[in-house]
């Protein structure tokens, strides 16, 4: 069971009245959701199934359909390594590497256990003139190396240490 | 020739060479199947929306390619070819990539016999699979009392789906993930028993494989036969009759009554009994409910009880109907009551144990044996509920062939029954059954036209209005539950103001049920609806107040129709009905060990009744006041009280049509008792 913190509670309640709980709305919505939870808690989903009258089921089905949609919680910062073509054969496959060494991530593990950070692939960010490319949550940080990745990691942990 | 020049040629398109008439079908593939040609398909249905996901049934069409013909709109002057070496290719592709990961356990799956992949890999001459297989195994879904759900067969055509949501309104299953990892899945991933299912069984009834197959039960019918400590009795359900021929091959509407009976009592049956008797029974009971409600002002409409599925729906969905609907059991029900009272004297049990096996065909009913209400000091009325297929199948298990049986009669007195009780097994039956008492009644006199085929007929919805001593009766006939919404809606807004609504979940009614042999489809619901309406006349009573044993029945043991003790054993209660399981929004957990629970309830009911909003300024109050510690408050889905929305549990108090200041003033109490013994 999921902590619901009040503010998300008012923030769900403001997101389902801005989109009038219309149910075409339903991808705004679960978008802005998840924004707030950086996932999508089951108890979330079917509140607002409930609130746009449509069945459990294909909320889930939506939610589930969708890679942009987690159902597990994310990291506060989110790695995207892109493995695209252009990205691929400028070895992008060691950033990822040293990306998960630095991490401590194992096998089939995405997000540290402290939910600081995720790590995922994915297929083309559009700025091949940048290969290999890393975004951070919002941030793109182009012609990476693994000793670039690093200290871009460094910093983001140097800084939630002093918080 | 044509010899009348001024009719024009009707359109026509040409199909492997032969020119068809287009005769308004809604696709290439419905003319090709009129004219004979089978095109295989696996997720067209012809009462359901077109889907175009299985890819089998392709034709080559001039100047467009390959193209799925059930996706297509049939324009004259078109040219189609359906058995082309590139469209043969791509099906045989399309199976073989389904087998691979199909758990093809055959000989053990309970669809083995009537599967459609089997059937048309053996058909397309399939005779290797190429490719390997990438899905892992998941585990099998029993958690449900009427259905297994099977992932590994699943072929993900989708039938299920649609059919759950078209046609009964419900969703309980819909499609997850995507690519190879996409299932058809109740809502998050949980069993099928903690969600919306309303146990119809349709979806099995669609399904193509054994992904999704009736839960069988003769296990425990073979158990308890098999037990010389135990005398078992069978109840036979009006659809059987007209069903279980179909099993052994027979045409589509043979009734099969005689050899039926004959079979239980000879796979080891103690006695052999008519739920149609019990059908009559609820003909009197409901019939004059219905005449008290009529004078006394309601409530009406007064909707049928019969159907397990519909009763659940209307729990779930429709808590508001819930004193609109017929405080009488099902006849299932009735039987089993009846049956314990009456039996146990008569048979001369001398200490042996009496088991109910009822034969239904329908897997809702096996749900609604099982339900607390219906089990009284650990007896239940029924104890096991079987389909008619699963009956055929334990004739085959013993050799037994249903045409080479000779024909035996229902034991007495619960095996006599008048058409009115037969006429339950199909949609229309049970109001016209009813009228059958009512009408009489109304007028005071015999009623010499029993037939009112105004009340017959396939549509999903159907209405009829019946002039009694100048008073009219308002009649409406659901069959397909999503047609409930269309009534409900016409009776709240008043444009509607029916008398009597029957419904039931199947399309078609009980012949048509999920535990019937496999694929109904439209024209063998037909054939079977026939042979009730034959059954019917066939009998020499046909009203269930004529019924003399039934009379004997009441006057030995229940007194007046109506009575106080028909009421306690023939009636019963409904519950509102939560429809998520295990979900709760935890939004302020207090850290101190003696800490006040506050539930607000956030089902359908009580958010559209304003329980977002008191939600709300509670968190508010709790946070502006400081007593996070103190406080676990939650958003809980449903407290089963859908009538006094909205709900909140402070502690352990409840409040019904709770406000903020009636929550805060709780809330404000208990704290303060907390306070008291903190200090």
Redesign the interface.
């Known amino acids: 069971?999921?902590?619901?913190?009040?503010r998300q509670?008012?923030k769900i309640?403001e997101i389902?009245d801005r989109y009038e709980r219309k149910p075409a709305k339903l991808i705004p919505i679960l978008q802005a959701v998840q924004a707030e939870y950086r996932y999508l808690p089951?108890?979330?989903?079917?509140?607002v199934?409930?609130?746009l009258?449509l069945?459990?089921?294909?909320?889930?089905?939506v939610a589930?359909?969708?890679a942009h949609f987690a159902l597990t919680p994310k990291g506060k910062y989110v790695v995207h390594v892109c493995d695209g073509t252009a990205c691929h054969v400028k070895n992008s496959e060691s950033l990822l590497a040293a990306i998960r060494k630095k991490l401590a991530l194992k096998e089939g593990k995405n997000t540290t256990d402290d939910l600081l950070f995720t790590v995922e692939t994915v297929s083309c960010l559009g700025a091949c003139g940048l290969a290999p490319v890393m975004v951070v949550n919002e941030v793109v940080h182009g012609m990476m190396t693994p000793a670039k990745c690093d200290e871009v990691l460094d910093k983001i942990l140097e800084s939630e240490a002093t918080q | 020739m044509n010899t009348t020049p001024d009719t024009p040629k009707p359109a026509t398109m040409i199909i492997d060479g032969r020119e068809l008439p287009l005769e308004g079908e809604r696709n290439v593939l419905e003319v090709a199947r009129k004219a004979g040609i089978d095109i295989p398909t696996f997720c067209y249905h012809s009462e359901l929306s077109v889907y175009g996901a299985c890819r089998l049934c392709l034709v080559e069409i001039e100047g467009r390619g390959v193209q799925a013909s059930c996706s297509i709109v049939p324009e004259p002057g078109m040219q189609v070819r359906t058995n082309t070496k590139q469209v043969r290719d791509i099906r045989r592709i399309a199976l073989e990539l389904l087998l691979a990961n199909h758990d093809m356990n055959c000989p053990t799956c309970a669809r083995s016999a009537t599967c459609r992949l089997r059937e048309l890999s053996e058909r397309m001459g399939i005779d290797e699979v190429r490719y390997k297989p990438v899905h892992e195994r998941q585990p099998k879904d029993k958690s449900s009392l009427s259905l297994v759900r099977d992932p590994n067969k699943c072929v993900l055509c989708g039938d299920c789906v649609r059919a759950c949501r078209e046609l009964q309104g419900v969703g309980a299953i819909d499609f997850a993930f995507r690519g190879a990892h996409s299932a058809v899945l109740p809502a998050f991933g949980q069993n099928l028993d903690t969600g919306e299912c309303v146990n119809c069984g349709l979806c099995a009834s669609v399904c193509p494989t054994g992904a999704l197959t009736p839960r069988p039960e003769m296990d425990a019918v073979w158990a308890d036969l098999d037990d010389p400590d135990k005398v078992v009795i069978a109840q036979l359900a009006p659809a059987v009759r007209v069903g279980l021929g179909e099993y052994f091959g027979m045409k589509p509407g043979s009734i099969t009554t005689g050899q039926a009976v004959a079979a239980l009592r000879a796979i080891g049956f103690d006695k052999v009994y008519d739920t149609s008797f019990t059908a009559d029974m609820t003909v009197l009971e409901e019939g004059e409910e219905f005449l008290r409600r009529f004078s006394d002002g309601g409530p009406l409409p007064l909707f049928t009880s019969c159907c397990p599925a519909w009763v659940k729906y209307a729990e779930q969905f429709h808590h508001e109907l819930l004193p609109n609907l017929s405080s009488c059991k099902s006849p299932q029900q009735m039987f089993g009551a009846v049956a314990r009272k009456m039996l146990p004297e008569q048979m001369k049990l001398e200490g042996k144990e009496l088991v109910i096996v009822s034969v239904m065909p329908c897997t809702a009913k096996k749900f609604e044996a099982k339900q607390d209400k219906f089990i009284h000091d650990g007896v239940p009325e029924v104890n096991h509920v079987i389909t008619t297929t699963e009956l055929g199948q334990m004739l085959r298990q013993c050799g037994l062939q249903l045409d080479t049986l000779e024909p035996e009669s229902f034991d007495m007195p619960l095996g006599f029954k008048t058409g009115a009780g037969v006429l339950f097994g199909v949609s229309g039956g049970v109001t016209e059954a009813v009228l059958r008492y009512a009408v009489e009644k109304m007028r005071g006199t015999p009623l010499e036209q029993v037939d009112f085929k105004e009340v017959r007929g396939e549509a999903g919805l159907r209405e009829a209005v019946i002039t009694v001593n100048g008073v009219e009766l308002r009649l409406a006939i659901v069959n397909g539950l999503a047609n409930v919404k269309t009534v409900v809606e016409s009776i709240q807004n008043g444009a509607c103001p029916y008398h009597l609504v029957e419904v039931m979940a199947c399309p078609g009614g009980c012949v048509a049920g999920a535990g019937q042999p496999h694929a109904p489809g439209p024209e063998v619901r037909r054939q079977r609806a026939r042979a009730i309406y034959h059954n019917d006349k066939g009998l020499e009573l046909h009203k269930a107040q004529e019924n003399p044993e039934l009379a004997r029945c009441y006057r030995e043991h229940f007194g007046e129709v109506g009575g106080h003790a028909a009421h306690d054993a023939l009636h019963t209660e409904y519950q509102h009905r939560r429809r998520l399981h295990e979900l709760n929004l935890e939004i302020i957990e207090g850290q101190e060990a003696e800490k006040i629970p506050v539930q607000v309830c956030v089902g359908t009911n009580c958010f559209l009744n304003g329980s977002q909003e008191l939600l709300r300024k509670l968190t508010r109050y709790v946070e502006n006041k400081n007593l996070e510690d103190r406080v676990h408050l939650s958003a809980t889905f449903c407290m089963e009280r859908c009538g006094q929305s909205p709900n909140v549990r402070v502690g352990d108090t409840h409040l019904e049509r709770c406000t903020f200041d009636a929550a805060r003033a709780a809330l404000d109490e208990r704290l303060a008792g907390i306070m008291a013994t903190v200090q």
Request: with cysteine; net charge neutral.
């Open positions: 069971m999921k902590q619901t913190t009040t509670f008012e309640c389902l089951k108890e979330a989903l079917a509140y199934a409930t609130a009258g069945s459990p089921s294909s909320v889930f089905g589930t359909f969708y």
